[in-house]
């Protein structure tokens, strides 16, 4: 994966975190009346309204959106990895959860949160793999000293780079 496609992947989980995130911490009775939007209700079909489980589920998202922001800023593989890994975590056992209870919704409404409740997982699972970066004919692959670009990722697709990019 290029450092590109990481960082449109991690800024993907950022926008889904915000949508989930800042709607559930600034008006948790809406989201359970409301989420995903004005023609359903994913989350009232569920059970009973607990405000301090919605904002629970809001500033969760809003860690994962602002942990994916900041590690887009890097071009290192590691803190991408570690940031797949939390939207991982919290991915699978959430849409296994669902996945057992549909019942409550519609087909469409049923196959939409699928597919919503997927797509965080489909989204990290590419930061996984390691950072394949090419030289782009503006940025040479050998450093104005003469020594290796410290920008270009070593045979592991790991870049020694730690400092963030503009």
């Known amino acids: 994966m290029t450092p590109t496609a990481r960082r449109i992947l991690l800024w993907l989980l950022v926008l889904l975190g915000l949508y989930v995130g800042l709607w559930a911490t600034l008006s948790p009775l809406s989201f359970y009346d409301s989420f995903p939007g004005p023609f359903s209700s994913w989350v009232a079909a569920d059970g009973p309204y607990n405000e301090h489980l919605v904002r629970d589920v809001g500033t969760f998202n809003l860690g994962l959106a602002l942990a994916s ?34 019942a409550g919704l519609g087909a469409v409404d049923a196959v939409a949160q699928v597919i919503a ?36 990722a070593g045979p592991d697709g790991v870049s020694s780079a730690t400092v963030p990019h503009p």
Do not use: K, M, Q
């Open 117 to 152: 409740l997927s797509s965080t997982f489909l989204l990290a699972l590419p930061l996984l793999l390691p950072v394949r970066e090419s030289a782009p004919a503006d940025r040479p692959a050998v450093a104005a000293g003469g020594g290796p670009n410290p920008w270009r």
């Open 69 to 102: 922001a900041a590690a887009s800023r890097y071009r290192e593989r590691r803190p991408g990895l570690v940031v797949a890994i939390a939207w991982i975590v919290y991915s699978v056992p959430h849409l296994g959860y669902h996945l057992h209870h549909l």
